[in-house]
């Protein structure tokens, strides 16, 4: 496949840049800047040269008296011109900086003019999205426009995206702390859309052929993975928008080509795994039981499906979805979505009953790490340490399935990771990541982290490809040798890792990344202009560079990680303008990756699903309402209730008759068997025998603990007040109205008893709570532990 015309010579346009070092004025230089230590170096310098000039005078010739009179004017007015440039400089700074605040970015100025001189010096523009083939994982990367907050509180736009690459340009001061640099890193993925992209555009070149795919037997999933706040519910939203348009309009056409043999119906569930706990978002947050059967189909119990007979009313249904979702005020986000959202779209065969196909679009919950999580109360830190040990256990799924080679994969290690088994196991399986990232210079941790998680997916797909049997042999090389690049890029991953640890000071230790630290520092000190630091050339980035030099081949190969630390250049902020830098390898092979990408990772698989068995689930009558047509409503805002579609006709069942029986809309709730939404051709019923539960005993065991101390408190304060009316009737009987003759003894005795018996209560209790805090404070200590392995 010929390369795109528009990569041709962006290579070798940036392989020409050699310098690395940009320069940029800060009033903040020492020696420039400070007027007690400006003035200490002028009187020293004037003291010497009068020394050298009384010393000359004394005792030499007219001729080198001249000649060192010159000498002394020469170095006068190369200071004083010095002394101009950094004038000029500076009014140059405070220009610059008022430019800034008037177009409302009031950060760093120092940090924004590097980044924009960057940009300008690269032309760095988004390339046209390619139309998507067949991808089977699709990753992407969304930035989110800077908002208001963050203008207001001096942070600033430190991401650039050109598709397909994302830059992260982390902004840092160097141990003097005044020299300011940035430490570029680089990624490629299939798609990168930056702020002014729409919902629409992204849905188009990602999620869109989902549709399709589900509409031919296929298990499609698409989930949205980032930072607390970096746009995560809004993207999605957006797409759920657009997959109920989309869906209704293939249906039409499924139903003109009769793909099901009792044509198509359309179901949606939704459910959101909140603190560990499964809950139905469209059946009053019901406690849901994911299991496991004996064929290693994922099954939840009692999970309501409901029907949608229009768009409206699959829209009206996903709205009513999204408005149970669990949500809190976290740092970054007023409305912070605390679970994982599980939306799920399926086909059924009308008459059968059977799973045709399923989209799911998953909501991950923001992942906080724990210095953003500090001013939370202590169960809001425990949903945060929650969040990141499934989302960490998601990353060991990654891993493990990216390792290959019958790695063991930890599906069971959060719930999260059990229900998204499938993105990554089923034959006919397509997967959409949708990687969202905060613009803003002080996310530039999180968004590595969050990139990083994006590009082991990433490698997954090269994998993919290779396995195809679609690519070029080319292809099949670059997939072998990627093998060597995903070590490097995780190699570059621990660099940053070690990065952030150094400076959160949690590392202490200079690791491998700690010596380049000190390499890089000392090429700063030197020359102020370092050379590029360019990472040790891999098979696999040698077998890139090698694609850029040879002629196209018939189907260019993606290559499995394109992430690299583009250059950890020094910009020292002193005068001078910005020199070229040199393009990272990421940057070149994402040239040739975004063609290469789309066209070599075609697959063709499209195999037959496995069966799976059933589960039981709740029948509720149908209810119905007015029906509207109408338009979809505007793209939902965090807040919103019930915008649009609000007299949308209302046709729904709660879930699907048994294979093969025949439906009836009118009949009162019963408790059916129906096959599971992994069952695409059979109703057979998932062994609850054989069901394994797969609860995490930690999580689950606290959980218990919680219930325990609860039901005790109930049950003190039950039987309190039960001896409390006891001990105002012993009272009564010893001083009541009209009482003469009482039995003091009686009255002590079972007084004593009672206030035994309180105590023994109160002791209990007291006991329970004081092991429950305990247990709390321990999970806790875990989560912070897991939430530093997030970070990793
Ligand atoms: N592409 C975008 N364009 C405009 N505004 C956006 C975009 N993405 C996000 N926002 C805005 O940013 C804010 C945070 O977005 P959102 O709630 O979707 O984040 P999130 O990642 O889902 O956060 P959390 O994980 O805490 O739920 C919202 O006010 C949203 O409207």
């Known amino acids: 496949m010929p390369t795109p015309s528009r990569f041709q010579g962006t290579p070798s346009r940036l392989a020409s840049s050699s310098s690395n070092v940009s320069t940029v004025s800060t009033p903040r230089t020492p020696n420039v800047t400070t007027p007690s230590r400006r003035t200490t170096?002028?009187?020293?310098?004037?003291?010497?040269?009068?020394?050298?000039?009384?010393?000359?005078?004394?005792?030499?010739?007219?001729?080198?008296?001249?000649?060192?009179?010159?000498?002394?004017?020469?170095?006068?007015?190369?200071?004083?011109?010095?002394?101009?440039?950094?004038?000029?400089?500076?009014?140059e700074r405070a220009k610059h900086e008022k430019r800034l605040q008037d177009q409302g970015m009031p950060g760093d100025v120092d940090f924004q003019l590097m980044i924009g001189a960057f940009r300008t010096e690269y032309g760095l523009e988004p390339h046209p999205h390619i139309p998507p083939g067949d991808l089977k994982i699709c990753i992407c990367v969304r930035k989110r426009p800077i908002n208001a907050?963050?203008?207001?509180?001096?942070?600033?736009?430190?991401?650039?995206?050109?598709?397909?690459?994302?830059?992260?340009?982390?902004?840092?001061?160097?141990?003097?702390?005044?020299?300011?640099?940035?430490?570029?890193?680089?990624?490629?993925?299939?798609?990168?859309?930056?702020?002014?992209?729409?919902?629409?555009?992204?849905?188009?070149?990602?999620?869109?052929?989902?549709?399709?795919?589900?509409?031919?037997?296929?298990?499609?999933?698409?989930?949205?993975?980032?930072?607390?706040?970096?746009?995560?519910?809004?993207?999605?939203?957006?797409?759920?928008?657009?997959?109920?348009?989309?869906?209704?309009?293939?249906?039409?056409?499924?139903?003109?080509?009769?793909?099901?043999?009792?044509g198509l119906g359309v179901y949606v569930s939704y459910f959101e795994i909140y603190g560990g706990r499964c809950q139905d978002l469209l059946n009053h947050r019901h406690k849901l039981l994911v299991r496991e059967d004996g064929k290693g189909d994922?099954?939840?119990?009692?999970?309501?499906?409901?029907?949608?007979?229009?768009?409206?009313?699959?829209?009206?249904?996903?709205?009513?979805?999204?408005?149970?979702?669990?949500?809190?005020?976290?740092?970054?986000?007023?409305?912070?979505?605390?679970?994982?959202?599980?939306?799920?779209?399926?086909?059924?065969?009308?008459?059968?009953?059977?799973?045709?196909?399923?989209?799911?679009?998953?909501?991950?919950?923001?992942?906080?790490?724990?210095?953003?999580?500090?001013?939370?109360?202590?169960?809001?830190?425990?949903?945060?340490a929650e969040i990141n040990k499934s989302l960490l256990a998601l990353k060991e799924c990654i891993r493990a399935l990216d390792a290959g080679g019958g790695t063991h994969v930890p599906y069971r290690a959060s719930k999260l990771t059990l229900v998204l088994k499938d993105c990554f196991t089923k034959e006919k399986a397509r997967t959409v990541m949708i990687a969202t990232v905060s613009p803003n210079a002080s996310s530039a941790d999180h968004t590595l982290n969050t990139l990083r998680y994006a590009d082991r997916v990433k490698q997954k797909k090269a994998e993919d490809f290779h396995n195809s049997g679609s690519g070029s042999s080319v292809g099949k090389g670059l997939r072998t040798e990627g093998c060597g690049e995903g070590r490097a890029v995780r190699g570059t991953g621990l660099g940053g890792d070690f990065e952030d640890e150094e400076r959160e000071g949690r590392g202490g230790e200079e690791g491998a990344s700690g010596d380049r630290e000190d390499e890089f520092e000392d090429e700063g000190e030197d020359g102020m202009e370092g050379t590029e630091q360019s990472s040790p050339e891999t098979p696999m980035k040698r077998a890139v560079l090698a694609s850029f030099s040879s002629p196209p081949a018939t189907a260019s190969p993606l290559p499995p990680s394109s992430s690299s630390k583009l250059r950890r250049t020094p910009l020292r902020t002193g005068m001078g303008p910005p020199v070229r830098l040199a393009p990272s390898t990421a940057l070149k092979a994402a040239r040739g990756a975004h063609h290469g990408g789309v066209e070599g990772s075609h697959t063709t698989s499209h195999h037959g699903?496995?069966?799976?068995?059933?589960?039981?689930?709740?029948?509720?009558?149908?209810?119905a309402t007015e029906r509207t047509p109408g338009r979809l409503s505007q793209p939902h805002q965090p807040g919103d209730t019930g915008r649009g579609l609000q007299n949308a006709n209302i046709s729904s069942r709660e879930v699907l008759p048994p294979p093969g029986g025949e439906r009836d809309k009118d009949?009162?709730?019963?408790?059916?068997?129906?096959?599971?939404?992994?069952?695409?051709?059979?109703?057979?019923?998932?062994?609850?025998?054989?069901?394994?539960?797969?609860?995490?005993?930690?999580?689950?065991?606290?959980?218990?603990?919680?219930?325990?101390?609860?039901?005790?408190?109930?049950?003190?304060?039950?039987?309190?007040?039960?001896?409390?009316?006891?001990?105002?009737?012993?009272?009564?009987?010893?001083?009541?109205?009209?009482?003469?003759?009482?039995?003091?003894?009686?009255?002590?005795?079972?007084?004593?008893?009672?206030?035994?018996?309180?105590?023994?209560?109160?002791?209990?209790?007291?006991?329970?709570?004081?092991?429950?805090?305990?247990r709390l404070q321990q999970e806790e200590n875990a989560g912070r532990v897991r939430g530093e392995g997030m970070e990793g």
Request: glycine share 6%; proline share 2%; with cysteine.
């Open 41 to 91: 170096l002028s009187s020293v310098s004037g003291a010497r040269q009068q020394q050298h000039v009384s010393t000359l005078t004394g005792g030499s010739s007219a001729g080198k008296r001249d000649t060192c009179l010159e000498e002394i004017q020469r170095l006068q007015q190369k200071r004083t011109e010095r002394r101009r440039s950094m004038e000029e400089k500076r009014a």
């Open 149 to 262: 907050k963050e203008r207001k509180r001096k942070d600033y736009d430190a991401v650039t995206c050109f598709n397909p690459v994302v830059m992260v340009h982390d902004c840092r001061l160097r141990v003097d702390g005044i020299t300011k640099y940035l430490d570029n890193t680089d990624f490629a993925f299939d798609h990168t859309f930056d702020e002014e992209d729409s919902t629409e555009a992204l849905y188009r070149y990602t999620a869109k052929p989902l549709v399709p795919f589900v509409f031919r037997q296929g298990r499609a999933t698409c989930f949205a993975y980032g930072q607390t706040g970096s746009g995560k519910t809004f993207t999605m939203c957006g797409i759920q928008q657009q997959v109920v348009v989309d869906v209704f309009a293939h249906l039409s056409q499924a139903h003109a080509t009769q793909q099901a043999p009792g």
């Open 298 to 384: 994922v099954v939840i119990g009692e999970l309501s499906e409901k029907e949608a007979s229009s768009e409206e009313e699959l829209w009206r249904l996903i709205e009513e979805g999204n408005r149970n979702r669990t949500t809190h005020a976290t740092e970054v986000n007023d409305v912070s979505s605390r679970s994982h959202a599980i939306c799920q779209v399926l086909l059924r065969d009308q008459d059968s009953g059977k799973l045709w196909g399923k989209l799911s679009l998953v909501d991950l919950a923001g992942s906080e790490r724990g210095a953003d999580t500090k001013s939370h109360c202590r169960q809001r830190r425990l949903e945060s």
């Open 609 to 623: 699903s496995s069966l799976s068995s059933g589960n039981t689930v709740a029948v509720a009558p149908v209810s």
């Open 667 to 774: 009949k009162a709730p019963v408790s059916r068997k129906i096959p599971s939404q992994g069952d695409d051709s059979s109703g057979g019923e998932a062994s609850q025998a054989e069901a394994e539960s797969l609860d995490d005993p930690d999580l689950e065991s606290l959980y218990d603990e919680e219930d325990a101390l609860l039901n005790l408190h109930m049950n003190v304060i039950q039987e309190n007040a039960e001896l409390l009316t006891e001990e105002g009737s012993l009272l009564q009987q010893i001083q009541g109205d009209g009482v003469q003759d009482y039995d003091l003894d009686t009255y002590t005795q079972r007084l004593e008893e009672i206030l035994a018996r309180k105590m023994d209560l109160i002791g209990d209790l007291r006991e329970k709570v004081g092991e429950f805090r305990a």
